[in-house]
């Protein structure tokens, strides 16, 4: 009787690359919106300030995005997360935590409640999502008691909704929303078995792909925040007399 013969790769190459992408894309819609529950006094107030955002990535900006009025944008600018999660020289290594430390500035001129959507996903070389790979593998912790709220009913493995609960002011930057990123080990544990005629061949499942996250930021001013916000984002909260502080 003929044996099948078993195939292992000689050398793994899990590339486990950090081409995450930056998206800060939602404040247009989350601005306008909010600029509508303005009294027509407030109103023109209003038309000498802004609503900006700036995504800090341990300690340093890496996109930003400031609202004027009339639809006109001022310091745009973007950025990568992860790329400067690796030292020189150093190969990346599934299980070990990275510093991974993702805030919000307040950089416009107003007080204001921000949102964040982080994506996880798996990509190949040229750019695709493979949906059946596992984004509960790509471990974003979040700190306890930092002020952020995850909106379980609104997340999924995939995306994580997380709201910053207390007013920003202008010039001011959160805790960070999560402290470290992990991958875990598994993936480089997870085979495919693959037939070919009498040939049996063990590919790994996450060989060739890289891992992503995105990142989506959006501000919606203090006052009447609950309409405000309703409105933006869809979500009913409560607010506390003095519009410091949200609630779910």
């Known amino acids: 009787m003929k044996k099948n013969k078993i195939l292992f790769p000689k050398k793994v190459a ?14 247009v819609g989350s601005t306008r919106a909010a600029l ?12 000498l300030k802004h609503i900006g955002v700036s995504l800090v990535e341990n300690g340093q900006v890496v996109s930003s995005r400031d ?18 999660m690796l030292g020189e020289n150093e190969k990346f290594t ?10 919000v500035t307040n950089s416009g001129d107003i ?48 995306r994580m ?9 202008p010039g001011e930057t959160t805790p960070g929303l999560s402290d470290t990123i992990r991958i875990d080990e598994s993936v480089a544990q997870q085979v495919n078995k ?10 790994y499942k996450y060989d060739g792909y890289s891992f992503n996250l995105d990142a989506e930021v959006d501000a919606v001013q203090t006052h009447n925040a609950k309409a405000a916000i309703k409105s933006a984002w869809g979500v009913d909260v ?3 007399d003095d519009e410091s502080s949200i609630g779910f």
């Open 94 to 103: 599934p299980g070990k935590q990275y510093d991974e430390a993702i805030g």
């Open 194 to 203: 693959v037939t070919d005629g009498s040939t049996v061949t063990y590919q």
């Open 161 to 169: 909704v997380l709201y910053y609960t207390k007013a920003l002011a």
């Open 67 to 84: 609202y004027v009025s009339g639809n006109e944008w001022s310091g745009n600018t973007e950025g990568k997360l992860l790329a400067n």
């Open 111 to 158: 007080d204001t409640f921000v949102r964040v959507i982080i994506t996880k996903s798996w990509k190949d070389k040229e750019g695709r999502k493979n949906a059946e790979l596992s984004p509960d593998l790509i471990e974003l912790n979040v700190p306890e008691n930092s002020g952020w709220v995850v909106a379980e009913d609104q997340s999924t493995p995939e």
């Open 14 to 27: 899990l590339l486990l690359g950090a081409a995450a992408v930056l998206l800060l894309g939602s404040t």
């Open 36 to 47: 509508t529950y303005y009294s027509e006094n407030y109103s023109a107030q209003m038309n």
């Open 238 to 240: 409560s607010v506390s």
